[in-house]
């Protein structure tokens, strides 16, 4: 067990003191780490079991997480809460939502199911109100991310070097798509939003983590990174469907005043921002 790790451990040993429970015995576990530098361990004692997370405060920053997760949790949205702090430190303990991810439990038949679920929860996500305001998923946000495919996929993973013509055809492209997610209706946006972060639940409700880079922004976002999966695909008429059900909903909602072409249009156009 490494420095970091220790100090989680005793940690989460001293917060279950403090909530009056005994930890004797308890075993601390690692789960996973993230895309960050964020690592997660269980520490399970007689039939209890809680996440620490440690986010190493000169890397990471704690305070999002938690500020968001308290509003997504008071609009009805299932997230970890926050059981304890110490943001100085780097360190949270939060429920223990388990091992279950949506991703393998998804087939043909369990499918319809689970994402009308999801979707239903996105609504509710999409909703939430934030004081102060989420950051704007703005033109600089949308063109930075686009950016990548340029500088790190065909720079330096392919080495391609593109002539002045490929440049000005990308910068066309790029300007194109976020012309078009500018124009969407903004909403709370998870920014994450698919089957490896979306957990299955005891009671068969989904748990939803990774929330802590929300933005206000387009529409369409999260249900293309939920529908149109990096790690998991569907029949595009499928996910058409899908994707205009919860266009009737929206509009059902009072959240939405377009036709389906111009929604399916928004839903294409924002896949290819986010792939």
Not at 160 to 189: I, M, R
Not at 241 to 266: E, I, P, Y
Request: aromatic share 10%; proline share 5%.
């Amino acid at each position: 067990m490494d420095e970091r790790a220790s100090l989680l451990h005793a940690w989460l040993i001293e917060q279950i003191k403090i909530m009056q429970q005994n930890p004797d015995g308890a075993q601390f576990t690692s789960v996973s780490g993230d895309a960050s530098f964020r690592r997660y361990f269980r520490l399970r004692w007689r039939d209890r079991s809680v996440i620490g997370v440690d986010a190493p405060p000169e890397k990471e920053n704690c305070e999002p997480f938690v500020r968001i997760g308290t509003t997504m949790f008071e609009h009805g949205v299932r997230v970890p809460r926050v059981l304890a702090r110490d943001i100085a430190g780097g360190f949270m303990m939060l429920d223990d939502f388990g091992d279950a991810l949506l991703r393998p439990q998804l087939t043909p038949d369990t499918v319809n199911a689970f994402y009308e679920r999801a979707l239903d929860d996105l609504r509710h996500i999409q909703a939430c109100e934030f004081a102060p305001e989420l950051p704007l998923y703005d033109e600089a946000l949308l063109l930075r991310e686009m950016a990548l495919f340029r500088d790190w996929f065909l720079l330096v993973h392919l080495q391609v070097t593109l002539s002045p013509a490929e440049e000005q055809l990308l910068a066309d492209a790029f300007n194109y798509l976020k012309g078009v997610a500018l124009t969407q209706p903004a909403v709370t946006v998870h920014r994450d939003f698919h089957s490896r972060n979306i957990m299955v639940l005891n009671d068969g409700s989904l748990g939803h983590i990774d929330f802590q880079d929300a933005v206000h922004g387009p529409v369409t976002y999260d249900l293309v990174s939920l529908l149109r999966d990096c790690y998991v695909d569907w029949p595009a008429q499928q996910v058409y469907d899908w994707a205009l059900t919860f266009a009737a909903q929206l509009r059902r909602d009072g959240k939405l005043s377009v036709d389906d072409a111009t929604f399916k249009h928004w839903f294409d156009t924002m896949g290819a921002q986010r792939h």
